[in-house]
């Protein structure tokens, strides 16, 4: 008979591992955010910068000593972080490099067919001139090889690439280029070669989807294989399940069913045989309230998300402003292991105001004084951390 694992404790092993239950406070070093980002696995990267950008937003929940300084330091000059792609941009340490060439070889076919079609003739002959021209004249923006009349959008794309930029967006993703750095936020490409140190350049010689399903899961907890797949995106739901199968029949995973916390029938998954162990040593979650990114990967899967936490998210920036439940860009509010409420706002930088416009509390949430001190405390230090003079309060 499966062992069943009561919700609470599945949530505070989880919240354990992505890094929620360490002191907030505690001062966090470089070598510390290093090791903090290796814990998480990625920090997803996006250009929404509503308050802040999520990468920031993710790590500063975590730590409020968090300095975006020192992780530029870490991308562009000590090089031991590296932008690529996990199931969208990401921030990763560069030790997991060489595991990526699986990446970078199924992306290639992938990503040739997909693109090919947007730029037909115009794609492939432009691949090995970007490359010669990064050799010869270093670095470049996209925009710097633009043509002066770059074609309309593509039908039914929302980035407006031209074709010089999807062929650098190809190189990045198959591994010939990488990030050196950013200007703005905008992406400055450069030879792998002169970006990622030469030790890491090799590809690994182990097992590619043991490394990955073993990487996800010991992130999540407790897992079903399609969680696994879905951690990095690098390998197929049949690739994990099969991984699954084999570990289990070898001693090295076991069954458990969580509680969801609807109280619903328990749900199956995998674990570690010392998941017992690892429950006890995880400790509870601190029990002040923190703003969470949208992309916050507490919250990236939303089925997940539902099952352990009973909170139902959806990122509204795509839908039109009269459709919305909530608003543009919500920031989900923890307290301790519970996700209780939503709240919307955003920098008004002309004024120096963080101007929360929305704030919603989950079904059975209370709105006391001493929470309410709280949000506020949180609003606080959001405005410090965001170089903002003020917070206006405006929400319903």
Not at 347 to 360: F, H, M, N, S
Request: with cysteine; charged share 30%; aromatic share 10%.
């Amino acid at each position: 008979m499966a062992l069943v694992i009561p919700n609470r404790q599945a949530r505070r092993l989880f919240l354990h591992l992505q890094g929620l239950s360490a002191p907030p406070a505690a001062r966090l070093t470089r070598p510390g955010l290093l090791a903090l980002i290796a814990r998480l696995g990625f920090v997803q990267v996006d250009s929404i910068n509503t308050v802040k950008r999520a990468h920031h937003m993710i790590l500063f929940a975590r730590n409020q000593t968090y300095a975006p300084a020192d992780l530029v330091r870490l991308v562009e000059q000590e090089r031991t972080l590296f932008e690529n792609w996990t199931h969208d941009a990401a921030i990763l340490p560069t030790e997991f490099y060489p595991w990526w060439a699986l990446r970078f070889e199924r992306d290639a076919a992938r990503l040739r067919a997909r693109w090919r079609g947007w730029h037909s003739d115009a794609f492939e002959p432009m691949l090995d001139d970007i490359l010669a021209h990064v050799r010869a004249r270093g670095p470049v923006l996209a925009r710097q090889l633009r043509p002066p009349r770059a074609a309309a959008a593509v039908p039914g794309g929302w980035w407006d690439w031209h074709p010089s930029k999807t062929a650098l967006e190809y190189l990045w993703r198959t591994g010939r280029l990488a990030v050196a750095r950013r200007e703005g936020f905008q992406k400055i490409y450069d030879l792998a070669e002169r970006v990622i140190p030469a030790a890491l350049r090799e590809p690994a010689a182990g097992d590619y989807v043991d490394w990955f399903c073993a990487g996800a899961l010991d992130r999540l907890g407790i897992a079903t294989a399609g969680e696994i797949a879905a951690f990095w995106d690098a390998v197929t739901p049949d690739e994990a399940r099969t991984w699954c199968v084999a570990r289990r029949a070898g001693g090295e995973l076991i069954e458990v069913e969580i509680e969801p916390a609807d109280g619903t029938r328990p749900r199956a998954a995998l674990a570690r045989p010392d998941l017992l162990a690892r429950i006890a040593d995880a400790p509870d979650p601190p029990s002040r309230l923190r703003l969470l990114s949208p992309f916050d990967p507490v919250i990236r899967d939303r089925a997940r998300a539902r099952r352990l936490f009973g909170f139902d998210y959806r990122i509204e920036v795509f839908v039109p402003a009269a459709k919305r439940t909530h608003g543009y860009y919500v920031f989900p509010l923890l307290q301790g292991d519970d996700l209780i409420g939503r709240i919307d706002m955003k920098c008004d930088r002309a004024t120096g105001t963080l101007r929360v416009t929305g704030l919603w509390l989950e079904p059975g949430i209370r709105s006391t004084a001493a929470r309410n001190r709280a949000l506020e405390a949180e609003l606080d230090r959001l405005r410090r951390y965001t170089g903002m003079d003020r917070v206006e309060r405006g929400e319903g």
